[in-house]
């Protein structure tokens, strides 16, 4: 017997997505103002003081411009209720924009090294750069670190990934500030290789931070269950349900942020068919009254009864990764 519940969380669902929309929206805008005045004077500073490393944290900046209207663009489609063609609302969308985020990462961090190498391979056209490329260095050292902690902290408390994906972003460039303000330091205390080499290593911690974020990205839009401590606490919720005599065959996929469920969960096999319906209804309303869950279907099995219909599936582990 399938128990399909289809009670109305339509009000928690909209007051959630409007306010992860809300907060990527503010965090986002900020951003975009921040690396336009930072991709600007890098990028000036550094073709007039002739640092290869400052240009290219100047262009990692100008990065982060395209990768904030990529965010912004997701959240304002992914807060968009359910509809015909979607059923399950547009909650992906979160998903495709982190990977978008992360291939751009990865292309510009293979440019910067590309270039990097180039000069690498002629150290003779490596010229001296001026002072004034260390103090825009240090300036947008402290910018992107600050502009870091409070994007973290909002896409912490509305729990968005696409928005952790974004404020971790904005650390690469505050690491890769650091890294180029070393390589500056020394160009200028005699050691000409080192704006280049800094360059390099700004562009192969950007392409390794574009290639987690795609990957991750990429996994979840192919149905990635959750980690395993995660679906434990939704199997415990579950069992805590009362009436609910035993749980098996859990299944769980990503929509965004989001969580969609299947699960048989096991009733007494002596009590009306409406009773084992109100205890599916209460069980699937506790779980997403305390899990990230969007969705969950119960499949209804008489307690202790062999089942031939799921006989052959695998048990539910999660995964062994810890939670994001």
């Not at 928690?12 to 690396?35: F, L, Q």
């Not at 911690?205 to 990205?217: L, N, S, T």
Request: charged share 20%.
């Amino acid at each position: 017997m399938n128990v399909n519940d289809t009670v109305d969380n339509a009000d928690d669902d909209t007051h959630t997505a409007a306010e992860r929309s809300a907060a990527a929206s503010r965090s986002t805008w900020i951003s975009v103002a921040v690396n336009i005045a930072l991709s600007c004077v890098q990028i000036t500073v550094g073709v007039l003081a002739k640092s290869q490393g400052l240009i290219a944290d100047g262009m990692h900046s100008l990065s982060d411009l395209v990768a904030d209207f990529v965010v912004l663009f997701a959240s304002h489609h992914g807060a968009k209720q359910a509809d015909a063609d979607h059923p399950y609302g547009h909650q992906r969308f979160e998903n495709a924009a982190s990977l978008v985020v992360g291939t751009l990462l990865l292309v510009v961090g293979a440019a910067m090294a590309w270039s990097a190498i180039g000069k690498l391979a002629a150290p003779e056209t490596i010229p001296l750069v001026h002072a004034a490329a260390l103090a825009v260095a240090a300036l947008a050292l402290v910018a992107k670190e600050i502009l870091f902690r409070y994007m973290l902290k909002i896409a912490t408390r509305v729990k968005s990934s696409m928005l952790v994906a974004n404020a971790w972003h904005a650390r690469s460039d505050a690491a890769s500030s650091l890294v180029v303000g070393i390589g500056i330091a020394g160009n200028l205390a005699g050691y000409p290789l080192l704006d280049p080499i800094a360059a390099l290593i700004v562009g192969l911690m950007i392409g390794k931070m574009g290639w987690g974020f795609a990957w991750d990205a990429l996994h979840e839009l192919m149905d990635r269950g959750v980690d395993a401590q995660e679906l434990q606490a939704i199997i415990l919720t579950l069992k805590e349900t009362p009436g609910v005599m035993g749980v098996h065959d859990v299944r769980t996929r990503k929509m965004g942020d989001m969580i969609v469920v299947d699960v048989h969960i096991e009733v007494d096999a002596t009590i009306p068919v409406e009773a084992g319906h109100d205890i599916a209804v209460a069980a699937r309303r506790k779980v997403m009254a305390r899990h990230r869950v969007l969705s969950l279907m119960t499949h209804v099995d008489p307690w202790r009864r062999p089942d031939g219909d799921h006989a052959g599936l695998p048990a539910a582990t999660g995964r062994e990764d810890t939670p994001s």
